[in-house]
């Protein structure tokens, strides 16, 4: 079992309001999110865009319910804007996340993304970097790692889907050409299953690298509509891809077994992106719950 000292749990509001979908749960307010956040059991908590942006207000409404931030999405483009521009947007983030007490900053990198084009197919034009992109990618998420640590804040980077950093020989370039000081990895379990690697294989291999955890099941019949279909990420999401951990193909146990047993320290935080009304992010966010306290005691 795991020491609840060390180890906390979050959920996104991405389940109950999506960002990138902003018509899936534009009913929910900020309130309702992290209220049944609270009412599920959970303590940690993302950034949505119906955040307050004030870190007075929105730290008083969390208090109320004894939740945290724990992590915000920063979207970088290294490989298609000048440096300066993306060093600028990050300072503001991180100071932001210092002013809310998070300590870990997830980092994506968007430049030449296709994860948010709702007609481009997600498995066929995927971009891929050439040499050029990945100096720029690796060098400046070590300036970036490096200037977030000034704030107390540890840089985690987020393969993602449609992303440039999507499949294991991607992970594996950007762990081997970054700095473990400053960069370390934010594991997703459902990313890494999506384009068809094993997540277990993963935790196990980057387990020291690991600050920041995302709990996500796959669908594993949507995942393959996708790909025969030739559908978009975001298509994909509408479909379902996405659910709790414990309602999906993809097997925990050993994953939970890998991170206790190297005494991983941090949020595991369960993030799974469907539309509310077919997946009532109440009801989802209690059986994500109750699946991981019997699974690791938490």
Not at 4 to 10: A, E, H, P, Q, S
Not at 94 to 110: H, N, P, T, Y
Not at 270 to 280: I, M, S
Not at 282 to 287: F, G, P, R, V
């Amino acid at each position: 079992m795991f020491d609840k000292n060390k180890v906390k749990l979050g959920i996104a509001p991405i389940a109950w309001t999506n960002d990138d979908l902003p018509d899936l749960g534009k009913e929910n307010t900020f309130e309702q999110c992290v209220s049944e956040m609270a009412l599920a059991g959970f303590t940690g908590s993302e950034i949505g865009n119906k955040y307050p942006k004030d870190p007075a207000v929105l730290k008083k409404a969390l208090d109320m319910r004894g939740i945290q931030i724990c992590n915000a999405w920063f979207s970088s483009f290294l490989t298609t804007k000048p440096y300066e521009e993306t060093e600028k947007d990050f300072l503001e983030h991180v100071q932001f996340l210092q002013a809310m007490g998070a300590k870990i900053v997830g980092v994506s990198e968007q430049g030449h993304s296709i994860q948010g084009m709702q007609d481009t197919p997600i498995f066929e034009q995927k971009y891929v970097m050439i040499e050029e992109e990945w100096r720029l990618l690796t060098e400046g998420l070590n300036k970036l790692g490096k200037l977030a640590l000034e704030y107390g804040i540890s840089l985690t980077f987020h393969h993602h889907m449609g992303t440039v950093v999507q499949n294991a020989d991607e992970v594996e370039r950007l762990m081997q050409e970054t700095d473990p000081q400053y960069v370390s990895l934010l594991y997703d379990t459902g990313h890494f299953a999506y384009c068809n690697v094993n997540p277990l294989e993963m935790v196990k291999k980057y387990i020291g690298r690991i600050k920041h955890v995302h709990l996500k099941d796959i669908r594993q019949d949507v995942v393959d509509k996708v790909k025969e279909e030739h559908l978009s990420f975001l298509e994909g999401v509408r479909l379902g891809t996405f659910t709790v951990p414990g309602d999906g193909c993809i097997s925990f146990d050993e994953i939970f077994a890998v991170l206790k047993d190297h005494d991983y320290k941090g949020y595991m935080l369960v993030e799974a992106e469907q539309d509310p009304a077919k997946a009532n992010p109440l009801e989802y966010a209690i059986k994500a719950r109750t699946y991981i306290k019997e699974k690791t005691g938490l």
